[in-house]
């Protein structure tokens, strides 16, 4: 019910735009997170737009350099990365879930099948 799309190969210091569409569901009732999982490491969370009140949560992440943003006329949630860099190779999942944003993975109930970033010059 979520579908990625975008990433792939890219360079150094290139920006890239990634989305999530939501196919069936209401979109504007769901708050929508980001994960990467790196190679060899855990996934982890990169953002999270929460549809209630507009808010977009970044964690670690550097603000600025990952921006997340919604158009909910196209039913999409987008995670722009600026100026990337190798440690952001990895495979990019968006989720879902009803009401707000947690930084738990097991509540998160939709998953999209994941998009591969290779950061390579």
């Known amino acids: 019910q979520l579908d990625q799309s975008g990433g792939g190969l890219v360079q150094p210091g290139d920006s890239l735009k990634l989305s999530c569409k939501f196919s069936t569901l209401t979109s504007d009732l769901y708050a929508v997170a980001w994960f990467r999982q790196a190679p060899g490491k855990e996934r982890e969370g990169v953002s999270c737009?929460?549809?209630?009140?507009?808010?977009?949560n970044y964690g670690g992440f550097q603000k600025g350099r990952f921006v997340t943003s919604r158009d909910s006329a196209q039913h999409t949630v987008y995670l722009e990365i600026n100026g990337v860099k190798p440690e952001d190779t990895g495979l990019y999942y968006c989720?879902?879930?009803?009401?707000?944003?947690?930084?738990?993975?097991?509540?998160?109930?939709?998953w999209g099948q994941g998009t591969q970033v290779t950061v390579s010059s």
């Open positions: 737009h929460d549809s209630l009140n507009g808010n977009v």
């Open positions: 989720a879902a879930k009803y009401d707000y944003c947690s930084p738990k993975e097991s509540e998160y109930r939709y």
